[in-house]
């Protein structure tokens, strides 16, 4: 089965500065998909970035790029620029053949003013 | 385009009732599926409807169960609540192929006293 560890259960960062967010999984297969995905007090699940596992390049969107390291099976969230709107919990997530996603704990990032 | 839409947004039961939650998905998504989100966890996925048909299933008892509609819209029943039920429950709709993303509604508190 597989499985995604976030070993930062909370982090903060100033305005305007960069923070990175950590994300580990475990899993068997060879092609998958992963996510990073917001979690404002609203509660609905935005989707900020996603990295196709047979993709070497990094994805980046906008202020917004991952560290994908498949080998090591890490894949982290770097943010930019913060905003106080990046406020929020962000998940990592795993997504194999069974279109399933597989969420982590979550982290819950605040940013200072 | 619309979105997907949970309802209700919050609710209340004892312990011992029975609750159906529902669904909406995005206009030209076929496939369902619900997640339960305990207080301070990550989601956890519960099953998933394609055409109408359960075709996969996490860890959760049978008396979890649901429906998908012709128009893709999707039920989740809970029988014999118990305390440990209550959470956010999150559904999401996406189309069938593989790298389709998932888009999630607001999701629905449900608190069981």
């Known amino acids: 089965a597989q499985t995604v560890t976030q070993s930062q259960p909370e982090m903060s960062v100033q305005e305007a500065e960069t923070v990175t967010l950590s994300c580990t999984y475990d899993?068997?297969?060879?092609?998958?998909?992963l996510f990073w995905y917001k979690q404002p007090p609203s509660r609905q699940m935005i989707l900020v970035i996603r990295?196709?596992?047979?993709?070497?390049q990094n994805a980046t969107e906008n202020r917004f790029s991952v560290n994908f390291q498949k080998a090591a099976k890490s894949f982290s969230l770097k943010i930019s620029d913060s905003q106080l709107g990046d406020a929020a919990m962000y998940f990592c997530?795993?997504?194999?053949?069974?279109?399933?996603?597989?969420f982590g704990q979550g982290t819950r990032l605040t940013i200072n003013p | 385009e619309t979105g997907v839409t949970q309802s209700p947004t919050h609710l209340i039961k004892t312990r011992g009732q029975q609750v159906t939650l529902r669904c909406s998905s995005q206009?030209?998504?076929?496939?369902v599926s619900w997640y339960q989100q305990a207080l301070g966890q990550g989601p956890q996925f519960i099953f998933q409807?394609?055409?109408?048909?359960?075709?996969g299933r996490g860890n959760f008892p049978p008396r979890f169960s649901g429906l998908q509609f012709p128009n893709y819209s999707s039920e989740l029943n809970v029988n014999a609540l118990e305390l440990d039920d209550s959470a956010l429950y999150l559904c999401?709709?996406?189309?069938?192929?593989?790298?389709?993303?998932?888009?999630f509604g607001n999701g629905t508190r449900l608190t069981v006293t």
């Open positions: 206009s030209g998504h076929n496939t």
């Open positions: 997530a795993y997504r194999g053949w069974a279109q399933k996603l597989v």
């Open positions: 409807y394609y055409r109408e048909e359960e075709n």
């Open positions: 899993t068997s297969e060879s092609d998958y998909y």
């Open positions: 990295q196709e596992a047979y993709k070497q």
């Open positions: 999401a709709s996406s189309a069938r192929s593989y790298n389709s993303p998932l888009h």
